[in-house]
């Protein structure tokens, strides 16, 4: 419910199954919905209509909410706190007795264990994530919701919290998280949901969604004359020329094998081979342009894997 | 019971932490000032002028806290993005309003208790004596500033600090004239005058029934069905006050 009572449908018939000890990534571009699922999972947002449940229960039950780990996106602390002091109070707020070595366990499970001490106004992004991380596991809890918890950090605290997800798989947790970026859902995740406007338009296992078949081959070479580069033409669904390299992408085996005969016989140097997968990115562009085919045009895409803004994924209209 | 106790420790970490309590020290120089004035007077008056000053300046920095703390509790929470990770734990919001609630009182209790012991300190070395009338005033000091408190987390808990700020202000200004403003509607003549004056008379909380301080100056006697009703009506307010803004946040979205 908007402001003066405008209705904007935010989610529309959402129901998915996270299995006991996988980990699920919740896809979906900016604007999707993921956050306000989430948020309603949490018990901060009350749906408009319908319900929300989780393990069978209503889940602004407090019992619900004792069996579950949360992880906002971009979390806040009281900054006024250690790491340590702040995840003793979240301890206390979950009914965990004798938490002292429960914490010391968990700052050293999230690397910490030195800076326990140090207030968390001084801590940086990566430090508050990993704070997050270790006040989300302080119960030991059944579930643990993530909201794009490597969102806003830089490579090394991307790479720490990936790490911290790996250790906590290996522990046989169970994890539902959010994210946009889609090489880490594809590296982490057993499953995956997409989410798109307010919908689930695909789930499932990451190799039963993607298919793992070569579809195209990228090459890169050089030193070939004119007139072959003109035949070369013939075998590519696209070729570019920069400088003295030229880019080209062939679709089929045969192709590539005719192109690099071509390059062998004029004596040309081939640069790099690389086959092409069918990643999550295409499979989400897929949903994307399936939903609204004018959004999404091979550009709008991130080069680092990462989807449109909400503008560019609204423009279809939130019922 | 330990969840509203962590809550109300937070609360009052977080105003130690952020200095809040250094406003002791302009009382203390407030109280140093006037001990300084006080050698131009007249020996007999020298205790009566401490206590006129030093309950007044309990009273003061006393609603100073409780106005500056309780209105930003809610807001804050919400600004800063910690209320995700604190309503998302398995504890009702009702909770959350009454663990930061017993927090501010804490820091008020504290504040209050300090004061005190440097006022009567004060009191002592001017010879005056330490009567029980005073610590009384002072209890019902505290208990005007558990109902100033109660306002401003009411108003915290759907508005900003400054309309807060502002309006809790209005309530506690409002609210030692109320008797006066009813007089005044009923002579004024004017209908419409006569009926606000008499609906903020019954709706704000009168904060002259917690003034005991002319009892406490001129020891006056005091008795206790008037300081029974203060303790009631206090707690009545404060009742009020908390349900409606556990009701307002229970229905608030995040």
Not at chain 1, 299 to 306: E, F, H, L, S, Y
Not at chain 2, 90 to 111: A, D, F
Request: some cysteine; overall charge neutral; charged content about 20%.
């Amino acid at each position: 419910m908007g402001f003066f009572g405008r209705r904007t449908r935010t989610l529309n018939g959402l129901s998915l199954e996270v299995r006991e000890g996988e980990v699920f990534g919740f896809l979906g571009p900016n604007g999707a919905g993921k956050t306000t699922t989430l948020k309603i999972l949490m018990g901060l947002v009350y749906p408009s209509g319908g319900g929300a449940y989780l393990f069978g229960e209503p889940c602004m039950k407090t019992t619900v909410r004792q069996r579950v780990g949360y992880l906002p996106e971009n979390p806040y602390f009281y900054d006024y706190l250690t790491s340590w002091e702040l995840v003793s109070f979240y301890a206390t707020l979950y009914g965990v007795k004798r938490s002292a070595s429960r914490i010391e366990a968990l700052l050293d499970l999230v690397g910490l264990q030195r800076a326990a001490h140090l207030p968390l106004r001084k801590c940086s992004k990566g430090m508050l994530q990993r704070v997050g991380l270790a006040q989300a596991l302080v119960h030991d809890p059944d579930l643990i919701i993530l909201d794009e918890p490597m969102s806003g950090l830089d490579p090394i605290g991307r790479k720490e919290v990936r790490d911290i997800l790996f250790r906590l798989k290996e522990l046989g947790k169970t994890i539902f998280f959010s994210t946009h970026i889609l090489s880490d859902a594809e590296v982490i995740c057993d499953r995956v949901g997409i989410i798109v406007g307010g919908e689930l338009r695909s789930i499932g296992a990451l190799d039963d969604l993607v298919d793992r078949k070569v579809s195209s081959y990228e090459l890169a070479f050089k030193g070939i004359s004119k007139e072959a580069l003109e035949r070369a033409r013939a075998y590519c669904s696209r070729l570019l020329e920069k400088g003295s390299e030229i880019f080209a992408e062939v679709d089929s085996r045969d192709e590539l094998n005719r192109l690099i005969d071509l390059i062998r016989a004029e004596e040309g140097v081939l640069l790099s081979l690389t086959p092409r997968k069918e990643s999550l990115e295409d499979l989400f562009i897929h949903e994307i342009q399936r939903w609204d085919p004018q959004t999404v045009s091979p550009a709008r895409v991130g080069a680092a894997g990462t989807l449109p803004d909400r503008e560019g994924v609204r423009r279809g209209g939130v019922h | 019971m330990a969840k509203l106790m962590a809550l109300s420790m937070n609360t009052f970490r977080e105003a130690i932490r952020n200095k809040i309590l250094y406003l002791l020290l302009f009382f203390a120089l407030g109280m140093m000032g006037v001990s300084v004035l006080l050698d131009a007077v007249t020996l007999g008056v020298q205790a009566k002028i401490i206590k006129d000053a030093g309950l007044a300046g309990i009273n003061f920095f006393g609603v100073l806290v409780a106005i500056f703390v309780g209105i930003g509790l809610i807001y804050k929470e919400v600004e800063r993005k910690t209320i995700y990770t604190l309503v998302s734990k398995p504890i009702h919001r009702y909770e959350v309003l009454l663990g930061k609630y017993l927090g501010i009182l804490q820091t008020l209790l504290v504040e209050v208790v300090v004061m005190s012991a440097l006022f009567c300190a004060l009191l002592v070395f001017y010879g005056g004596g330490i009567d029980g009338r005073l610590f009384l005033a002072i209890g019902l000091i505290f208990l005007e500033l558990m109902v100033i408190t109660a306002v401003a987390l009411f108003f915290s808990s759907f508005s900003t600090p400054i309309l807060s700020g502002m309006l809790t202000l209005c309530v506690y200004v409002i609210g030692h004239l109320t008797g006066d403003l009813r007089a005044f509607g009923l002579i004024a003549g004017d209908e419409m005058l006569r009926r606000i004056t008499e609906v903020l008379y019954y709706v704000l909380p009168n904060f002259e029934n917690f003034n005991f301080k002319a009892q406490a100056l001129y020891s006056l006697p005091i008795s206790p069905s008037e300081v029974g009703f203060s303790v009631l009506y206090a707690l009545m307010y404060v009742f009020l006050l908390l349900l409606s803004s556990s009701v307002i946040f229970e229905r608030r979205n995040f």
